[in-house]
């Protein structure tokens, strides 16, 4: 897939060192009863009956080592081997096609990435047909972005709430803090100080302060670069996250934002052991942007965290309908367009915290690109359990994201510490760890997983009527889409009354 506006620099030499990931078939594939129902598999039944056969892996990993080739790791669950090797010995195995180097630019952030890109068909052995269904790790192009907007502290006259407030206005169940949980936390880059969280959480007055763990994966790692870089994505998320659910035990794992990165850290939240109660995702890319290989695997991977009861919460985009692509058209945002994933949109919410009475609610939409991201898949058809929501847009045989909304709006935003200075930050960002907490503490309560929610939270719902659980935001718009009665290519079903939710999960 040809990366926009990519300057050309030099072909690849066949002595560069590459590592790469292949994905193999899976033993038996995931039933829809287990995705989409209650119940649940252990780790372990899940590598048995669903992760890759000992056969194929053992296949794979002598004919890659008798072509020259190192094999760095193996992962049954996840159906993963890792090779590495020269260009010109991967060739012998896996041919990538044309392979350069060239320098790309993000239309969003502006920021300009050197990077292998691949171009024509890839080929493996013979022998590997049918046994490995994806190849990732060639093309390293970035194919994440943060989704966050932040303003100073002191700057302007905005409104700001802490996200303790934000519970309290949302409703979350009381007698809860997500105590026996976990939350992922993926990033992509930055990274965080310890004793900077310890500050924050002290400053809210928690009773509890939250666990945080650092997990590198790949080449990614906890690795701070100041409030210009990613710091500000990853120390939000920890920080919505940590006040929502301070009982919840927190892990951040760093990977790297290309592709293979991005999968693979996902990919190591959803397979530990034992798995997470909730993922908050707050990164992603227009959905074409993406090559169908690089959908299909990530799709795979929110399958089998449904199959294992974990709720992946992903951020749907900050631009509104266009998610930054500059040709007027709609564009969704992936990995909120994953069926498999709780895909969280944006709002303007102006209150009084200290009461908790709600004044209004609005869709985000600052008229400057910056807006909350939603539409409709052209990856993904619209899934069973959504066909109840009806689509006041027309459109009936997609996937429709965002399913559910929350505050977003800078000018309304989160009072966080970003490298040991306040800030006051908006973006579907904060929506993902919002909503991921909101899933630890309803789990808590209800003392079991919750896995995909959506089938129970659209269930026996009714085109244009509010929901259940919901307050619906009705006033707005993202562009292309407008907000109506019930669900909307806005947000969703709404906003969160998580004492009512109990009742739907």
Known sequence: MPVPDARHIDEVDDAQQIDVTLVLRRREELPKSLVEGSDTVSTEEFAE????????????????????????????????????????????????????????????????????????????????NGIVTGVFGFDDRPQARPHLHRRDAAEG??????????????????????????IAIVELGGGFEQENLKDYFTGLGLPTRPSVTAVSVGHGQNAPDGPQGDDGEVQLD???????????QQIVYFGGKDDRGFIDTVSAAVHANPPPTAVSISWGKPEEAWTPQGRREMDE??????????????????????????????H?????????????????????????????ETVWNNRDGWASGGGYSTAFARPSWQASAGSPDGVTRRRGIPDVAGDADRGTGYEVVIDGQEAVIGGTSAVAPLWAALAARLSESKNRRLGLMQPQLYAGITPGETVVGFRDITDGDIGTYQAATGWDACTGLGVPVGTELLARV
Not at 157 to 169: K, M, R
Not at 317 to 329: E, K, L, T, Y
Request: net charge negative.
């Open 49 to 128: 009956r669903y992760g890759a056969n000992p056969d194929d892996i053992d296949l794979v990993c002598r004919t890659a080592e008798d072509h020259g080739l190192t094999v760095l790791k193996t992962d049954p669950a996840a159906r993963k081997v890792e090779i590495a090797g020269t260009l010109g010995q991967l060739r012998t195995v896996v041919d990538p096609g044309r392979l350069t180097w060239v320098q790309s630019t993000d239309p969003v952030t502006g920021k300009s990435t050197e990077h292998r890109h691949r171009d024509g068909t890839l080929q493996i052995l013979p022998e590997w």
């Open 157 to 182: 006259d905005g409104i700001s709430y802490s996200p303790v407030q934000l519970g309290e206005l949302y409703d979350f169940p009381p007698q809860t803090d997500g105590t026996g949980r976990t």
């Open 238 to 248: 920890i920080e919505v996250a940590g006040a929502l659910a301070p009982g919840a």
């Open 301 to 330: 991977v929110f399958m089998d965290a449904a199959a294992l009861g974990v709720t992946v919460c992903a951020a749907a985009g900050d631009h509104g309908a266009s998610d930054g692509v500059r040709d007027g058209r709609p």
């Open 332 to 360: 969704p945002d992936f990995p909120a367009t994953s069926p498999h994933v709780l895909a969280c949109g944006g709002t303007r919410l102006e209150a009084d915290a200290r009461t908790r009475t709600i004044d209004s």
